[in-house]
């Protein structure tokens, strides 16, 4: 079984809202990441997770916050978005022997008005 | 740094053609190289893998070889159906040494048509 989950499917916000997104595996896998991807171009990385501890950001702005509670639960807590941070938001996972493999969620579609 | 460069699409194909969506990549050290398929409205699925040289992934149909000699990932499918229509990305991944967790590179993406 190969399966991440995420939700929210879909998200509306507005600019002065907090909301956040909730990925989930149970494959046993210990890196996780966030991606954001613009219509008709490939995923960019965010956040990586390793056991839990933030190991990658990538200038992330300080309005998307990443947070790791265990294993098996990755968050995207946002807050004061922009409308340009309307996109789909893909969490991934890779196993700790195969780490070089990562096997994506169906995405989040945020929009922000 | 590394990077990865796929033919530019739009392709456009009638069901039952030929398909080839061409791939190369720069990259130092030993890359594992993959393909990723994205339907409309979904998310990235992985399609095939190889992690070495002269390794062959496959799956439902398609299939990639990896040629370190040409730096190259091509992915052909004989046969193409309607349902194939979707964005094709190509990408190569390392683990930096001392880490468990892989740092994809992406190509551009190819979008694929498939009419009846």
């Known amino acids: 079984d190969t399966e991440v989950t995420q939700t929210p499917k879909h998200l509306v916000m507005g600019m002065t809202n907090k909301k956040s997104l909730k990925c989930e595996q149970h494959?046993?896998?210990?890196?996780m990441y966030w991606y954001k991807q613009k219509a008709k171009k490939p995923p960019e990385l965010m956040f990586v997770?390793?056991?839990?501890?933030?190991?990658i950001n990538e200038s992330v702005p300080s309005r998307f916050s990443p947070e790791c509670p265990n294993s098996s639960l990755l968050n995207l807590h946002l807050h004061a978005l922009q409308p340009e941070d309307s996109a789909l938001y893909l969490c991934?996972?890779?196993?700790?022997?195969?780490?070089?493999?990562?096997?994506f969620g169906p995405g989040t579609r945020l929009l922000v008005l | 740094g590394d990077s990865v460069t796929q033919m530019e699409g739009p392709v456009t194909l009638s069901e039952e053609a030929f398909l080839t969506i061409n791939c190369t990549y720069t990259?130092?050290?030993?890359?594992?190289l993959f393909w990723y398929v994205q339907y409309p409205g979904e998310g990235l699925q992985l399609l095939l893998k190889?992690?070495?040289?002269?390794d062959k992934g496959s799956n439902k149909g398609f299939e990639a070889t990896y040629r370190k000699e040409t730096t190259s990932f091509h992915l052909e499918k004989g046969s193409v159906q309607v349902s194939d229509s979707a964005v094709y990305f190509c990408?190569?991944?390392?683990?930096?040494?001392?880490?468990?967790?892989?740092?994809?590179?992406f190509g551009q993406g190819t979008i694929l048509t498939v009419h009846p």
């Open positions: 494959m046993g896998h210990r890196a």
């Open positions: 991934a996972s890779s196993q700790p022997s195969r780490s070089e493999t990562q096997y």
């Open positions: 990408a190569l991944s390392k683990v930096a040494g001392g880490t468990s967790y892989g740092k994809l590179t």
């Open positions: 990259a130092t050290g030993y890359p594992s």
């Open positions: 997770y390793s056991y839990e501890k933030l190991s």
């Open positions: 190889a992690t070495k040289a002269d």
